[in-house]
T-cell receptor, first 111, second 111 residues
Framework: EDQVTQSPEALRLQEGESSSLNCSYT??????LFWYRQDPGKGPEFLFT???AGEEKEKERLKATLTKKESFLHITAPKPEDSATYLC????????????FGKGTKLSVKP | DSGVTQTPKHLITATGQRVTLRCSPR?????VYWYQQSLDQGLQFLIQ???????AKGNILERFSAQQFPDLHSELNLSSLELGDSALYFC??????????FGPGTRLTVL
């Protein structure tokens, strides 16, 4: 069964304190790993897509990496406005295109 | 702004009632996906349409149904509502099997 697990469930950082969020997955044929940011009561906002092990993508203070079993979202020198829930999702060969989501990591950055 | 629109933003109704949620995808996107997000379950895939045809079903209850119209907008119909159906309902669209872009969601409260 396709599965996505994110850790930690919650992370509290001081402004400027870099850290990483983890997403581990088991899928029958990976068709993309996706990172989203979700603010309370809002729809998920697309951040990155990774397709193959070794691939990396960056956007401002965020950098996503992918291995064969997990992905990391590295946050460098975070700011309070980076506070949100970060969701990881995978597309699998067993699906028609729908995504399987993890439960997310809730990030709080204090000034 | 993802380009995906959803109406209404909030919906409050009573148990046993029926409601319709509406979604307009991004211009040019043929695929529409519906997801349910509750506090304990995270984002759960319900159903996918591609160019008017049903493509995939997730854990969608028999009381729920959906359709995609020729102009590509989609509606999700929820009937015989129960307290447990209270959740955020998101629509997402994509041009293919890649990244999906989410709308702002409809918050359904069943009293």
């Amino acid at each position: 069964e396709d599965q996505v697990t994110q850790s930690p469930e919650a992370l509290r950082l001081q402004e400027g304190e870099s850290s990483s969020l983890n997403c581990s997955y088991t899928v029958s044929g990976l068709r993309g790993l996706f990172w989203y940011r979700q603010d309370p009561g809002k729809g998920p906002e697309f951040l990155f897509t990774l397709y193959s092990a070794g691939e990396e993508k960056e956007k401002e203070r965020l950098k996503a990496t992918l291995t064969k079993k997990e992905s990391f979202l590295h946050i460098t020198a975070p700011k309070p406005e980076d506070s949100a829930t970060y969701l990881c999702a995978v597309g699998s060969g067993g699906s028609q295109g729908n995504l399987i989501f993890g439960k997310g990591t809730k990030l709080s950055v204090k000034p | 702004d993802s380009g995906v629109t959803q109406t209404p933003k909030h919906l409050i109704t009573a148990t046993g009632q029926r409601v319709t949620l509406r979604c307009s995808p991004r211009s040019g996107d043929l695929s529409v996906y519906w997801y349910q997000q509750s506090l304990d379950q995270g984002l759960q895939f319900l159903i996918q349409y591609y160019n008017g045809e049903e493509r995939a079903k997730g854990n969608i209850l028999e009381r729920f149904s959906a359709q995609q119209f020729p102009d590509l907008h989609s509606e999700l119909n929820l009937s015989s509502l129960e307290l447990g159906d209270s959740a955020l309902y998101f629509c997402a669209s994509s041009p293919s099997k890649g990244e999906q872009f989410f709308g702002p969601g409809t918050r359904l409260t069943v009293l």
